[in-house]
């Protein structure tokens, strides 16, 4: 058996406040924990992801953690509501899968350092400068969760849908 990790333990504290409705915060600061908070949030949806970020970057949303909790949200039906800044990679695995589940990866029209992932409305990561690395995570906030998803839908309105041809996407 495995040696059990700090990581190990970080990701169980989160699944316990997921499970119980803990609302004290956890915060973050590397790609790890990220990928860690990111993989739960995704696992714990029931019904709705909102995903706003800079570009899927590969660092989180490639990890083979975060795919396979790609792959349970997408196989339990969670609607997904996605905004890029930048394109991603066509050969970025996460928008591959996105994708292919025939889910809209949408660009926004805006530029901002925040990152931020919601699932149904009361669980969410938020990184406020992507370029500092520091975030946190709440498993049970449906106040904060809705400014989110406030926020998102608010970017979204004139959001580019990634599907388009090449010459209709701004420069």
């Not at 990866?105 to 805006?110: E, F, L, T």
């Not at 959001?159 to 420069?171: D, R």
Request: aromatic share 8%; hydrophobic share 45%.
């Amino acid at each position: 058996m495995a040696d059990y990790t700090a990581m190990d333990a970080y990701r169980d504290i989160f699944r316990w406040r997921l499970r119980t409705g803990n609302a004290n915060l956890m915060f973050n600061d590397s790609p790890t924990h990220a990928t860690v908070l990111i993989a739960e949030l995704l696992q714990c949806a029931q019904n709705d992801v909102w995903i706003f970020c800079r570009e899927l970057g590969e660092d989180v949303w490639c990890t083979e953690s975060v795919l396979a909790a790609l792959d349970v949200a997408i196989l339990n039906k969670v609607s997904f509501h996605v905004l890029v800044q930048k394109i991603p990679s066509e050969t970025n695995r996460a928008l591959v899968k996105l994708t292919n589940a025939k889910i809209e990866v949408k660009m926004a029209r805006c530029n901002s350092k925040a990152n931020f992932v919601v699932a149904d409305g009361r669980a969410y990561r938020f990184e406020e400068d992507s370029s500092v690395r520091k975030g946190f995570a709440c498993a049970n906030d449906a106040t904060n969760a809705t400014k989110l998803v406030e926020a998102f839908n608010n970017l979204s309105k004139d959001a580019i849908p990634l599907n388009m041809s090449s010459e209709e996407l701004p420069e």
